[in-house]
């Protein structure tokens, strides 16, 4: 931490590693990496395809020759594209991470080592910048190679404090004629980077952070927008009542309330209470945007009434990876406060009221 700056309050008591952190910065994050394969033309047309960016250069070499360049050219939003190591081996990485047997003891280990121990175990990516030194054309191997540039002294924000983090991953390009066969050695890896000429710099800036206590108890759920047409469906729900809405005059039921019947047009409507029983028909899982009065991940069904209308409402009492379309649901209900409740659906099969 450089002179002069106050150590946030909130980080009183917890480990102070800014002297290490220091150490680490300007240090290469591990050594350098070869892309599986040469900048090529089928994975940019999938890629611009999936983009959808039409640019001509891009996928014709008359068009870019128009445009002064000797062939087409890669996008170069593309540049992480050509040194990603593959979903399988990730997952792998990622496994070793969570159990703590990752590969080595490099410095960016280290420095997430120490940043979790410093108690700034939340993280989330901030921003990333990509500067371009020339064009990547069909023929070119990628390299990179991941420096820890900077580690900012603990801020405040409104995720909570933490140090931002970037790293700088420089880009080179060899002629793809070059490169020695697979497997190549960390040797012949080092020596083809050394080699290489510098095509692009990225700039990754990620946040870790002390989570934020939760400090006031979760907000209560936001109240519904009272209608004369809805009104009796929420007083029903207050009484622990499924009400669904009937056609006095040809009888046939309907949810979300409506002022009139869509089969006769009447006017004329009663209500019947559902038996709270029926089938999921579909749901969603929201992750995102999250409302402070409810908890994440919010899993909302449609639920199909054996009385044969549909109505959205959470779903609970069942683990996320559990819930199946089709699955036998029964209502409970809940009060949110004096004026609110609410059905939620849960397993027919589960225990009794709650
Ligand atoms: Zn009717």
């Given amino acids: 931490m450089s002179a002069g700056t106050v150590r946030p309050e909130e980080l009183a008591g917890l480990p102070d590693h800014s002297a290490e952190l220091a150490q680490l910065v300007g240090q290469a994050a591990g050594a350098p990496s070869l892309s599986w394969d040469a900048v090529n033309v089928p994975m940019i047309r999938h890629w611009v395809e999936a983009m ?19 062939s087409l050219i890669a996008p170069p939003a593309m540049l992480q594209a050509w040194i990603m190591r593959g ?5 792998e990485v990622e496994a070793a991470r969570a159990a703590g047997t990752s590969q ?30 020339r064009p990547l054309v069909v023929g070119d191997r990628l390299l990179v190679r991941s420096f820890i540039e900077s580690i900012s002294d603990p801020k405040r924000t409104a995720l909570g404090t933490g140090r931002f983090v970037t790293t700088r991953l420089d880009f080179v390009a060899v002629p793809d004629a070059s490169v020695p066969p697979a497997p190549q050695s960390d040797e012949q890896v080092q020596a083809l980077y050394d080699a290489g000429e510098p095509v692009a710099t990225m700039r990754f800036r990620i946040l870790k952070f002390l989570p934020v206590q939760r400090q006031a108890p979760r907000p209560p759920r936001p109240h519904p927008a009272l209608t004369q047409d809805n009104a009796f469906w929420f007083a029903g729900a207050q009484a622990h009542q499924l009400l669904i809405q009937r056609c006095m005059s040809c009888g046939t039921l309907r949810h979300p309330p409506l002022p009139a ?35 994440y991940p919010l ?44 059905p939620v659906f849960v397993p027919a099969r589960s225990g009794g009221e709650r």
Avoid at 106 to 132: F, I, W
Avoid at 263 to 274: Q, R, Y
Wanted: glycine share 10%.
């Fill in 52 to 70: 959808g960016d039409e640019n001509p250069v891009y996928v014709s070499d008359e068009a870019a020759q128009a445009a002064g360049y000797d």
């Fill in 87 to 91: 979903l399988k081996l990730s997952n």
């Fill in 104 to 133: 080595g003891d490099g410095p960016s280990n280290r420095m997430m080592a120490l940043l979790d121990d410093e108690g700034l175990t939340s993280v989330v990516a901030t921003n990333c910048t990509q500067k371009y030194g």
């Fill in 261 to 295: 019947c869509g089969v006769c047009g009447s006017l004329e409507w009663d209500t019947v209470a559902s038996s709270g029983r029926g089938t999921l028909y579909s749901y969603v899982v929201v992750h995102y945007p999250q409302v402070p009065s409810f908890e």
């Fill in 299 to 342: 899993p909302i069904g449609l639920i199909e009434l054996e009385e044969g209308t549909r109505v959205v409402a959470n779903l609970d009492g069942m683990a996320l990876e559990d819930i199946e379309i089709g699955m036998a649901l029964r209502a409970e209900f809940v009060d949110h406060d004096d004026e609110l409740s609410l």
